[in-house]
């Protein structure tokens, strides 16, 4: 499915390779050098007797799914439209991994008639309700299924969202096969979280000690197979893949118990540990932790969301 590159394209990709440079060239909220710690890996996923792979599917759950996915677009889509600003009418994009599909959407949008985007996911229910003429919907494993599906060497931008860290172990895979997806000069841009923050910052509050002590900074997660500083890795995962031109910012905020974040969060956290086979002393701490998010008294702070772009090597435009 390769695309040969016409005058209209070059004019294209010199434009979009201008715009990301103008963003690049901002300064980003938080700049992280590259951390080596340790990480799950699938074998290590395996000895806690957890399946690598994606934990979350909807079969048999739906519209509970539905739901979580809407609330988690509506958090995210605006700092990740923000990020994804420069993408200029006439590319052609691929979103990894889109879930319910409201960034492919919005990809679609800018890119106009001329521009062209293909959504992946393992399970297209939820993409398939969209219509939009320049958006293509495709069942692909990013991890297992042949890239020729896609049309490798033929995008000028690659994005994916919160995918990336429930592929625990092979994350570095994953990047490596959407890399080869974009054409010479391209851009590949991933947001995903550290998680391990994510926890009451008040001490006073009489919820804080219950709700840190079930988190324990993040072991709660890093206990069923995550790695909850996941976010961090991305400039060194995306430099091992070839990627140049690396730049990442990370953001995070307070909000309050009882927020669509602290909402959301509490949905997670909950299918996370009944899909991960939760026993009643895990509910017990899950119920800890949804009463504190629950409270709006509580002030919280969220997870370190990530974001890193890098340029496959070649042409710049
Ligand atoms: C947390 S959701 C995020 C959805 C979307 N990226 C967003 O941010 O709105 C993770 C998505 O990754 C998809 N997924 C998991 N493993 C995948 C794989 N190996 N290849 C493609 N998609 C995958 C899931 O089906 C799910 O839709």
Redesign the pocket.
């Known amino acids: 499915m390769g695309r040969q590159a016409s005058g209209q394209d070059r004019v294209i990709e010199s434009i979009a390779a201008s715009a990301f440079t103008r963003l690049l060239g901002q300064a980003p909220d938080v700049t992280f050098v590259a951390v080596a710690e340790s990480r799950p890996t699938a074998a290590g996923a395996d000895a806690l007797g957890i399946e690598p792979?994606?934990r979350?599917?909807?079969a048999g759950r739906e519209a509970a799914e539905d739901e979580r996915?809407t609330l988690?677009?509506q958090l995210?889509d605006p700092v990740?439209r923000r990020r994804r600003a420069p993408v200029q009418r006439g590319m052609r994009c691929l979103?990894?991994?889109?879930?319910?599909?409201?960034?492919a959407a919005w990809l679609a949008e800018q890119v106009g008639p001329a521009g062209h985007v293909v959504a992946?996911?393992?399970?297209t229910r939820?993409l398939r309700r969209l219509e939009l003429s320049n958006l293509e919907v495709l069942e692909?494993?990013?991890?297992?299924d042949p890239l020729e599906a896609l049309g490798p060497g033929s995008f000028d931008l690659v994005c994916?969202?919160?995918?990336l860290f429930?592929?625990v172990g092979r994350q570095e895979q994953?990047i490596s096969q959407m890399t080869k997806c974009l054409r010479p000069g391209g851009w590949l841009i991933d947001?995903d979280a550290d998680w391990g923050t994510a926890a009451p910052v008040d001490p006073a509050h009489p919820l804080y000690d219950g709700y840190r002590r079930a988190w324990r900074d993040g072991d709660w997660w890093t206990s069923r197979g995550y790695d909850k500083a996941f976010g961090q890795k991305l400039p060194a995962l995306f430099e091992r893949c070839g990627l140049q031109d690396i730049r990442h910012e990370a953001s995070t905020e307070v909000v309050r118990g009882g927020s669509p974040w602290a909402r959301w969060w509490a949905v997670t956290l909950d299918v996370m540990n009944e899909l991960g086979g939760g026993d009643d002393s895990d509910r017990r701490e899950l119920e800890v932790m949804t009463t504190a998010l629950a409270d709006p008294s509580v002030w919280l702070l969220r997870e370190l969301l990530h974001a890193c772009w890098g340029r496959r090597a070649g042409d710049t435009g």
């Not at 692909?140 to 297992?144: F, S």
């Not at 994916?160 to 995918?163: K, T, V």
């Open positions: 792979g994606y979350l599917a909807a996915l988690l677009e995210y990740s979103e990894v991994a889109a879930g319910r599909g409201s960034m992946t996911d393992i399970d939820y692909h494993n990013i991890l297992e994916s969202r919160l995918a429930h592929l994953a947001e």
